[in-house]
Structure formats: C-alpha cells, structure tokens
C-alpha cells in the first residue's frame, strides 16, 4: 500500500483525535505525534492516552503507541491509529506524508512549514494560511467553527472558554498550587458544586457548578498553580465524556473539506491540458 492516502497529525488530544476518526473513515491512514507526558483533559476521547496505556479505543476506532516511524507505518496500514512519541515530529521527513495536520493547539506555530507536505493544515490561532499552512480551520465555537481559511488567519484567542450549558469559566477545574496532580473522582461522575475532585500536594481541587466530569487530568502529573485540570459539563449527559464532541467534529469536517479541496484542485489541473 502506498502512502498517498497518509496523515500525520501533530498532537493527539480531543480535537486532533476527532480529526483522526473523521480521516480514517474517509479511508486515510493516520500517524500521530505526541509528547511523553501529554496533558490532555478529555481523555477518553484522546489518543493521546495511548502514551500511558497502550492501547485505546475511541468510538471503534483503536490507537496504539508505537516505537518508531517503521512501527507507526505498520500500525497505520493495517487500519489502526499510530501514536509516536515524537514532539519535534520527526516522523514527517522520515515518512513524508501526503498531509500534515497540526492540531497541537498551541496558539502558536511551534514548528510547522508548508514545505512539510503537499497539504498542510494547521487549526486555531497561531497560523497564516499561505505562510505558515495552506489552510488553517477556524476552532472558536460560534458561527465561523470549522470554517477552512485559505487566506489569513483563525479568529484570536480570547482566553475565555467556549459557553456549555450556559457556563463558560465556571466549567473548566484549575490547579490551585504547583504539585503533583492526583484524581479523585473518574470521568463520567456526577459532581457537585463544592465538591473536591481531585488534590494538588494534598490542597483540595474543587468544582464550582454541578454536572458531569467530562474531563480529568491524567494521575501523577506535575502541575502548576491555573493549570486546567479538569472539565464539568452542566448538561450532565454521561455519554459525551465518552464520544467526540461537536466541536471535534465540525473542526474534523473543516480539515476533510480541505484536503479534499486540494486533491482534487491537483487532480484537474493535472487533467487540463
């Protein structure tokens, strides 16, 4: 099999994993990158989990950590998500991929070029499409979410968490001292307002609204004093701490909409005489 229909996407947290599952359902082999100790949230729906276990399963789709970029091309034809620890993402020279996704969501471009693949798209603030990517996903919720940008940039970051449920800050758990992070409850619990969810060096993380525990920082990882940590959804809905979001799924559809335009953008200008 060769390795036109190959995707690497940097980064593997809940978006990018939304990406990855609406990609390979479309019929793309996919390479993800991480770092060792990813800091993602929504964990159960991140294949960036896989760095801790091994192997997980989002929605049917299962992702596995490889070695090296030979293992990770194995993985990824045989119909599974590869995912390398390989932060500078050496794996795009080494396999060089039709497209590469950058879905770290830094905020700002920390080592993506347009040389790197034929498509490059990148999502969020922090990218120029036609400078930095050949096309950039808009990822703030409102009317623009998963719009493709060809010319320009992401709305900015505004720092204020999207509106669920008609919260917005109140929803997202912080780390009130620098420590080691230890979970108390698991997502999928029910939590109050007031209740501790977790501890930082024994000083208590607490909820400020009621709802379900959508997300939860993996155990043992050092934080620091504002860290998100953790994510309530007031609308209590258990089964989506457990299935890709809308906003995966809308930013998803942005990034196929893309790759599809410039496929086929070649194709004809291959086929006009």
Known sequence: MGREN?????????????????????????????????????????????????????????????????????????????????????????????????????????????????IVIALGPGFRAGRDAHAVIETMRGHYLGRVIFHGEALPNTGVPGEVGGYSSERVIRAPAEGKFQGLKRIGDWVQAGEVVATVEGVPVVSAIDGILRGMLHDGLRVTPGMKVGDVDPRAQREHCFTISDKARAIAGGVLEAILFFQNRRIISLSSP
């Open 6 to 118: 190959l995707v690497v996407i940097k980064g593997a947290g809940d978006l990018a994993s939304g990406v990855a599952h609406r990609l390979w359902r479309a019929g793309f082999q996919i390479i993800m990158t991480e770092i060792p100790q990813p800091t993602v949230i929504r964990r159960t729906v991140a294949f960036a989990e896989a760095v801790y276990e091994g192997v997980v399963e989002i929605e049917g789709l299962r992702g596995r950590l490889v070695r090296d970029g030979e293992e990770a091309w194995q993985v990824a034809s045989r119909d599974e998500v590869a995912v390398l620890v390989d932060p500078q993402a050496g794996v795009v020279n080494e396999l060089r991929p039709q497209v590469v996704v950058d879905a770290i969501m830094a905020k700002t471009n920390v080592g993506t070029s347009m040389d790197q693949a034929p």
